[in-house]
């Protein structure tokens, strides 16, 4: 599916191909609560980073936070690529799997299917004021799922 994205400024404007374009997974980390701020965790999809096309690519920044890593604060690997006008989140990139870009679902214009059921990962570290809207089926993970988005998917038929 051809996914169509863009900031809230309309400066940077993105599309991309996915075979995953089912919101998956809202992740509650302290990073990505505090990047993407809507209800204190992000929604990311996947795409094939080789088909990222970016219009208004000089206005885009990247942003890796510090973590914990052996006792000592280091650079995150993970990028998280947002408007330098406007701020918005609009997609992330981690070059441990080059193949892949994982844009925010709120940076999607494109309409999206809606998911038969959600991944909610992260919970242990979620703020305390957050209570996750869960339903029944939803898959809930104190820390990252071993399962990939790809799994979810051929596990749901998509």
Not at 7 to 21: D, H, K, M
Not at 30 to 50: F, T
Not at 91 to 114: C, F, K, M
Request: proline share 7%.
């Amino acid at each position: 599916m051809q996914l169509e994205g863009s900031c809230s400024c309309g400066a940077v404007r993105f599309s991309l191909e996915s075979r995953e374009p089912v919101p998956y997974q809202r992740c509650y980390c302290s990073i990505c609560r505090k990047a993407g701020g809507a209800g204190g965790y992000a929604i990311n999809l996947g795409g094939d980073a080789a088909t990222l096309v970016v219009e208004g690519r000089e206005h885009t920044r990247v942003y890796r936070a510090m973590v914990e890593h052996d006792g000592q604060r280091v650079q995150s690997r993970h990028e998280r690529h947002f408007c330098g006008l406007c701020g918005s989140h609009l997609w992330a990139y981690n070059d441990r799997w080059p193949e892949l870009v994982h844009p925010v679902a709120g940076a999607i214009d494109t309409p999206l299917p809606v998911p038969p059921e959600r991944t909610h990962l992260m919970l242990g570290s979620k703020a305390s004021w957050i209570e996750p809207d869960l339903a029944p089926g939803d898959r809930c993970f104190d820390g990252y799922p071993d399962r990939s988005l790809a799994t979810w998917h051929r596990e749901h038929g998509w």
